[in-house]
């Protein structure tokens, strides 16, 4: 079986990309490779922090690597907190500290007002420096308060339509059947394929 490097430290993040992958390739990760020190998502957009820590991980490894930046955009904050959402509270926020602010902010924003999007792009690098990229979005509302203890992140508070439910109420089968990652690494897998083939 293929090996794939994810370059996150990420749990939730490498769940959902390991049960995407399941019996597709055997996944490793920053715990893989401890000397190799995190890297800093200091880019403005998702393409260009995924190409910089799929290209780095690959580059350190000598491996096959996939640099997945993913967030949230929230239409009344002005496409806020994208990507700072991991950090959108502070350098060290916790994901309750990030879901307080987001709360705060759209306090006096009526429901309909509500419209929010997770993107992600990933990139997948070869050692040779190839790069590619692949993304996928997922629309819904940011809800008042959060419904379901699943997932990570804006989870709890991302209303999907469609499903009728937060993300953070889906088990994760569900939410990778129609989440921004989900919809990605479909659209990443034939890339990935054509590498092994």
């Known amino acids: 079986m293929n090996t794939l490097v994810v370059a996150t430290g990420n749990a939730g993040k490498l769940k959902e990309i390991r049960n995407l992958l399941e019996g597709e390739a055997i996944l490793q990760s920053f715990s893989d490779y401890p000397l190799i020190p995190e890297i800093v998502e200091d880019s403005e957009t998702f393409e260009a922090n995924a190409i910089k820590k799929a290209v780095t991980m690959s580059r350190a490894t000598g491996m096959i690597s996939l640099g997945d930046d993913s967030g949230l955009q929230v ?9 700072y959402s991991a950090r959108f509270a502070g350098e060290n926020a916790t994901d309750q500290d990030n879901n307080t602010k987001l709360l705060g902010l759209l306090e006096s924003v009526p429901q309909e007002k509500r419209t929010a999007r997770f ?13 590619q990229t692949a993304e996928g979005e997922c629309e819904g509302f940011i809800l008042t308060e959060p419904r379901g203890t699943g997932g990570f992140g804006y989870d709890p508070l991302f209303y999907h339509p469609e499903s009728e439910a937060t993300f953070g109420q889906l088990e994760l089968h569900q939410k990778n059947l129609i ?11 034939p890339l990935i394929n054509a590498i092994y083939s």
């Open 179 to 189: 989440s921004h990652r989900g919809r990605a690494l479909q659209a990443a897998a």
């Open 119 to 131: 993107r992600c792009v990933m990139a997948i690098a070869t050692p040779d420096g190839t790069v």
């Open 75 to 83: 239409d009344a904050l002005g496409g806020a907190p994208g990507v």
